[in-house]
Every structure is written in structure tokens, then in C-alpha cells.
Antibody
């Protein structure tokens, strides 16, 4: 059974940093691209970032480019999102998502981890 | 960037009604479109991929159609458990933008 478990969320001050992790199991992690998607409280879904299966190619939404870094450790079956220069508007539940095929996001999502940026 | 719009933003219908949601892309995305269902406090669930393909295990009352810039999502007979917000998502380019969502309620 595919499982994605996010961790690392919490309260951080504006301008601060946080690293999210997504631990994957139930599939060959190194064979699939992975994504991060976020949802601000009471708002819609916003695509954040993606990384290819081998970690070579990465993609970012304009809203996080230059501040967030996606990475993965295929030996640990873990996806990361390093977030820096955090702003109040980054407050959201962050979900990791397994690709269905190639880079295309698919049907397996984690339960999400809440990041709150506030002083 | 590809912009996605959805209409309506919300709707209310009776159990058993046919419900239709539209999604429009700002440029041609072929059939590179997902539809998701999200219930409060839960992660989104993939219902339809490639605009019209039903994800495994999803009830057949859900369907999708369209290509290019105009897409339609249909619930053929609304059930109480279908109360949720529905999102389209394009994957023609690598920014994977979502539509703003359509909230579906029971009358």
C-alpha cells in the first residue's frame, strides 16, 4: 500500500526557515517524480514544486522560486522541501504527491503538514 | 503561464440530480487534465485523469470529457457522499496549475 507521511510543519516567524519531509513507502520511490502542493486555510490548491525521479530536474511555482528548494534522498525514500524567507502567505497545509507516470501528478497524496508563518 | 478557470464556483443540487462543472484553460492543453475531489479536512482524491479516464475504484457516476481548452466534469446522479469541492488541474506544462474549485452541496 502506498503511504506518504509528511512531517516538519509548525509555527515559524516571518523570514524564518523550515524543512518539510515526506517519507514514502509501498512503491519504488526512486522510480517516480514527486510533487509538493499547498493549501492555505479556507483556500484552494496551489502547486508548489516538483522533482524528477533521479532528482536532477526541479520545478517551482513563481510564488516560491528562489526561496524554496525541493530535494530527495532515494536511499531513504524521502522527499524534502526546504523553505526559507518565509512569509505570512506561505501559511498552508503542505501535501506531498506521488507522480502517476513521468512528471504527471497522480492519485497518492499524503495527509499534509501545517506550516504557520506568524510572529 | 496557463490559467485555469472553473464554473460555477459553487452549486447546490438534489440527491439524484445530474451535476456538471466546467473547467477552461487559457491555452490548448490537449487532454492533460486531472479532476480531484476534496472533502473537508482531507487530502484531495484523484477521480479522473487524462480528461476522461476514471481512476481505479472511482464510481462510474463520475465522468469527464473535453480536450483543448474546454473540459466538463459530470456526476450523473448526485449522492450525499459527493459533497465536496472539486478541482481541475492541468499538466500540459510543468507548473501543474489548479482551477479555483467548485463547491458542491446538497439542497
Amino acid at each position: 500500500e502506498v503511504q506518504l507521511v509528511e512531517s516538519g510543519g509548525g509555527l515559524v516567524q516571518p523570514g524564518g526557515s523550515l524543512r518539510l519531509s515526506c517519507s514514502a513507502s509501498g512503491f519504488t520511490f526512486s522510480s517516480y517524480a514527486m510533487h509538493w502542493v499547498r493549501q492555505a486555510p479556507g483556500k484552494g490548491l496551489e502547486y508548489v514544486s516538483a522533482i524528477s525521479s533521479n532528482g536532477v530536474s526541479t520545478y517551482y511555482a513563481d510564488s516560491v522560486k528562489g526561496r524554496f528548494t525541493i530535494s530527495r534522498d532515494n536511499s531513504k525514500n524521502t522527499l524534502y522541501l526546504q523553505m526559507s524567507s518565509l512569509r505570512a502567505e506561505d501559511t498552508a497545509v503542505y501535501y506531498c504527491v506521488k507522480a502517476r507516470i513521468t512528471m504527471i501528478p497522480g492519485g497518492y497524496w499524503g495527509q499534509g503538514t501545517l506550516v504557520t508563518v506568524s510572529s | 503561464d496557463i490559467q485555469m478557470t472553473q464554473s460555477p464556483s459553487s452549486l447546490s443540487a438534489f440527491v439524484g440530480d445530474r451535476v456538471t462543472i466546467t473547467c477552461q484553460a487559457s491555452q490548448d492543453i490537449s487532454n492533460y487534465l486531472n479532476w480531484y475531489q476534496q472533502k473537508p479536512g482531507k487530502a484531495p482524491k484523484l477521480l479522473i485523469y487524462d480528461a476522461s479516464n476514471l481512476e481505479t475504484g472511482v464510481p462510474s457516476r463520475f465522468s469527464g470529457s473535453g480536450s483543448g481548452t474546454d473540459f466538463t466534469f459530470t456526476i450523473s446522479s448526485l449522492q450525499p457522499e459527493d459533497i465536496a469541492t472539486y478541482y481541475c488541474q492541468q499538466y500540459d506544462n510543468l507548473l501543474f496549475t489548479f482551477g479555483p474549485g467548485t463547491k458542491v452541496d446538497i439542497k
